[in-house]
Structure formats: C-alpha cells, structure tokens
C-alpha cells in the first residue's frame, strides 16, 4: 500500500517537472518553430539609446 502511494506520488512529481521544462522549452525556444512570423507587421518608428535604456517606439496594426 505504501510503495503505490510512493510511486503515484514521484509520477505526478515527475509530470509536473516535464510540464514545467516543456513550458519553459516552449517559451524559450518556441520562436525557431513558428519563425518570426509575429515580428512582419510590426512598424518601428523610433529607436532611442540611453545610458541605461533602449527606447523602442512603433506600432503593431495586429494587436
């Protein structure tokens, strides 16, 4: 009785690490799969550099 109790809890223990890397992965690493594809109607109208920042200004008609 015990040992399945154990060994429901290191699965569920183990799905909840799986999920929490393919998330990760996912959003980390998602862009090569779909590309740049949200990056095509995007319109940059101003960069600005300062000594602590960078100011992107521009507009995204998708959104």
Do not use: N
Not at 12 to 23: G, K, R, S
Request: glycine share 8%.
């Amino acid at each position: 009785m015990m040992k399945q109790k154990v060994k429901r809890i290191m699965i569920a223990f183990a799905a909840v690490v799986a999920l929490w890397v393919a998330v990760f992965l996912g959003a980390r690493y998602g862009w090569r799969l779909a590309g740049f594809s949200a990056c095509r109607t995007v319109r940059i109208e101003s960069v600005s550099v300062e000594t602590d920042c960078v100011k992107i200004e521009g507009s995204w008609p998708g959104h």
